[in-house]
């Protein structure tokens, strides 16, 4: 994450590379590798939870559920897209903080949940706060026009400033008993912060999607498949994850 952010900041303020098409396939190329892969073992969590209900079936509910939830979100998405952006928002936000809060805590209790909450919020608040303008470009391609939110662009700042405040406050009570976890957050935090301040909104989202969420994900999913050896882990990881990324790739490129 640093030295790819330091280099991108390098080539960025030298006119090296600008924010164009270039950066926007590479942004694609992290997303649908490192990005994409951290979801291509969804029928293992999937297998886990239905086993144990349906035994060898599971897959019978399992996969026509999950294409249904695809499904539905999109016809909810074309019905209603500012509601439907906000709660994609709301529940992106906990996972993201979720998945990298439970990789330095073993917690639980609505107080970490919040607190899980308000680290994936940061990158959403952060792309208001620092990149407004782009971020309604995107939210337009999700047919949510900057009319239909205008009446919170003026809390943009206040909004960004109390999850941040609250953010490190909450992570300070959780983990004061755990110092070098604590710093690994904050650290964490003030990388993320830096990127979205100075990098384009696709590079810094792209960055901190791969590289600090996307990896903790990639981590706790090898440690699964095998808890006494990472490195042969991560090697089942790749061969489980390399047909899906493959495919999620092909069809970027395709559609």
């Known amino acids: 994450f640093i030295l790819i952010g330091l280099i991108s900041f390098f080539l960025i303020k030298n006119n090296i590379i600008s924010d164009n098409i270039n950066l926007l396939f590479f942004c694609f ?83 970490f949940y919040f607190i899980s909450f308000l680290k994936g919020l940061l990158v959403i608040t952060l792309a208001l706060q620092f990149n407004f303008e782009t971020t309604s470009i995107f939210f337009g391609y999700l047919m949510v026009n900057i009319d239909q939110y205008t009446a919170i662009t003026q809390f943009t700042s206040q909004i960004f400033y109390s999850n941040i405040s609250l953010l490190l406050i909450g992570a300070t009570v959780l983990l004061r008993g755990n110092l ?40 706790r999913q090898s440690r699964e498949l095998d808890q006494i050896n990472l490195l042969n882990g991560l090697k089942l990881f790749s061969i489980k994850a390399l047909p899906l990324t493959l495919l999620t790739a092909i069809g970027a490129i395709l559609f």
């Open 29 to 111: 190329f992290l997303i649908f590798t490192l990005g994409a892969s951290h979801g291509a073992l969804d029928h293992l969590r999937g297998e886990k939870l239905l086993k144990p209900i349906f035994n060898t079936k599971w897959s019978v509910f399992f996969y026509p559920s999950y294409i249904l939830l695809a499904l539905f979100v999109i016809c909810l998405w074309l019905l209603s897209p500012v509601i439907t952006l906000f709660l994609f928002l709301m529940i992106s936000a906990y996972h993201f903080g979720e998945e990298d809060m439970s990789f330095f805590l073993n917690g639980n209790g609505p107080f």
């Open 180 to 219: 070098p976890k604590l710093f690994l957050i904050k650290l964490e935090v003030v990388l993320t912060i830096l990127a979205f301040i100075y990098l384009p909104l696709i590079l810094a989202f792209s960055l901190y999607f791969c590289f600090i969420h996307s990896t903790k994900h990639i981590l």
